[in-house]
């Protein structure tokens, strides 16, 4: 029964990935209705058996060589359709049509998802779904292969490093309630990353990119599969570099990876997969004021902003196959990173207590101004001789063990997976100033040490109650120890008073430390219905949770007892996707996420106190995803491929209550109150609204539309047009419409751009030429007011390459 399962299973398989066009299916396919299976073969009982033999061994083979992943959906054109929510895979084939240069290019086709650039190219990533904030990833979960890239997951989940997508096949991404297996941070969504698997045969191949703003790219690929001595073997190295769009914004990465795999026997193999990957980039935080950004928005004042990452990395896994129906998955990984941050002091010429927009101070060392007089306050940016340096040093280390299997009770068919995971991560932070820009040691000010350990256990069982009809409830359990150990820190008012130091702002010594425990349970349940073979309902709900940070954990200004809860949300979601017809696919999903008590730091809602972060209470985002394909080729039963994609998104992200800027959370778990007017002036003299009940999230646009048109002949040509419509965007929590001078509050405006792809794919992929053009208007926009000013996005980018594939 179950080969006849497999046999069917596999036939359509081929068939999709031969009609493939979809990037929201795991292959990039519609799907069909048909089969390739002569009738005359079906009866043959010598040529079925064969045919079944060759199918099993084709499918032991694949097993073999996708032992590296571990998927959040799967590569089978089937394995979307046991996700109890919204899924979308981003395909191999629209991946090499439209090649592009950063992960957040690729993701923002995904319907629900917000991006924002802060650097050249998506170097730190900036990606989260229907409405979750997108600050640098940190409440979405990124993985690669299914294991963490997060350079400290628990306590520091910032993306400073995310996976390049030139390496990638295929990414995977997961926002309803197929997520309860994987964690912690799950409000903002999964990304999986997944790296190719090893070639049947040794093969060589290559993809060289050159383009405008000093952009060039080569990946060089060797793999293949010994199948003397079953071994699968596969390495990458690929260079990256660029100009960036802004003055002094170079970048340049190196990335090795290795990929090995071993097959023991008939039932066991074994796996290792070594990286290292080096960057170096000009990089910075401050962006552009907003006379600046008129005069020149290619203007950048830090010019001596460096960011330095060395990372190396390993995981080495098992998998062992019970029977046909269990298989079980281990999986140990290792990093160790080093984040060097050179960032230079700065302030503006806000006005002083007299009134007046402030000089220049006695140390700065340059000036940046729209004009030569006339500049508003808030306008001009001084950079000084001060440079504060964030230097950590990340080690993460970790066990999990997975099983996946099929049995049967009561009349009632299970696919069960369930699993533990065992984490350890350790920070060493310490903050240096250097008393000149150019010099590269300095005098340590702040020092940290952070750890985390972490515990969780997950199962999910898919219960097939009818042939059509799933249940698919889950659970998972997260144990949590978080501790920061501050040796050295900076002088507060407090500590002047007790004697501990002579000023404000002294470096001091001391031995303060705090430690917090988290323990949480995720409940969750999905449903899926199959209207037809191909087109499925469902419909989930779940808990979505996210961890406090180190940085919420102790707050030196407040005290040991100042802590934080853990962030969680309630879930839930229905639609449906699949193939209404083989020329015709759609997937459409309404949700609402109810936040109990949101982290947001209190200078995202507009406090002179700093960013001093807290529980703000609740919020709710609802929204509809939606994308359709309707291949006229398919339609007129033509050999010719012509996708027309329509993809549409609507969030309405908002805050239903927030707690005054006042509020502290006591250790005990009490919260202490103070009374706070409605309106308040903030550091800059602006005058801001303290409650924000009922004001829309920053940077969450409530509309967004990408429609696209492509050609694919017969004979490999090929051509896309794109374009990609954001709506405005508010930049703070008090939902302010007028811009401030210095470019950090006001609404970010509505934008729009064209894109489009050209190129020519030998038969059988043996070599391809191609022309990728990115905002082709060259569209100046803001992307983002964060961390500080006015970042904008991507200018025009054309890009011309080459692969080759030599086996």
Known sequence: MFQKRFRSSLILSILIFSNSFLFSQPNGNAGTNGTNQSEAEQEDPVKKEAAKQEETIAEKRRRFLESGQINVIGAKDDDIKKIPGSASVIGKKILKETNPIDSMEALRRVPGATIRYQDAVGLTPNIAFRGVS???????????????????????????????????????????????????TTLGGIVNYVTRKPPEKPTFSAKVIGGTNGYASSLLQYGGTNQTTNTGYDISYMRNQGNGFRDYQGFRVNDLNLKLIQKLGEKDSVFLKYQSYQQEAQSTYLGLTQGLYWRNPRINPARYDQKSI?????????????NENWKMITRAYWTNVGFLFRQESYSHNNLTEFGFPARPPENAFGVYAPDVIGNQPGDVIYMLNSTPNRHSFFKTGGLETKVEGKFNTFGFDHEIAFGARMHYESVNAANNVFPYPTLTKGITTQQQNRNARAYALYVQDSIK??????????????????????????ATSDDVTKGYANTVGQSILVNDANETYTKVVLPGIGLTFDITEKFIWFAGAHTAFSPPTFSTVQNPALGLGYKLSAERSNNYETGFRGNITRYFYTQVSTYALYFSNQIVNTNEAGSGLGAVPINAGRSVNRGVESNFVFDFGKFAESKWEIPLEFTYSYTKAISTTYVPVGTVQNADGTVSITNQPLFAVNSAGNLIKVNTNGNYLPYVPMNVFIGAIGVKSPQGFYARVEYQYFDKQYSDLQNTKNQSTDGSQGIVPAYGIWNADFGYEAPGGRWSIFVNGKNLEDRVYISGRLPVGIQQGPYRQINIGATLKLD
Do not use: C, W
Not at 310 to 322: E, P, Y
Not at 466 to 490: A, C, N, S, W
């Open 465 to 490: 109650v009818t042939d059509k009809f799933k249940v698919i409830p889950g659970v998972r359990y997260e144990h949590i120890f978080q501790g920061v150990y501050t040796h050295r820190r900076l």
């Open 134 to 184: 997108n600050e640098e990833s940190r409440k979405t979960l990124i993985l690669e292969d299914g294991v963490f890239t997060s350079l400290s997951p628990y306590g520091q989940p910032e993306s400073y490093f995310v996976p390049h997508i030139d390496r990638m096949e295929r990414v995977e991404v997961v926002k309803g309630s197929g997520s309860i297996l994987f964690g912690p």
């Open 310 to 322: 060395d990372r190396q990395a390993a995981v080495i896994g098992h998998d062992h196959t019970f």
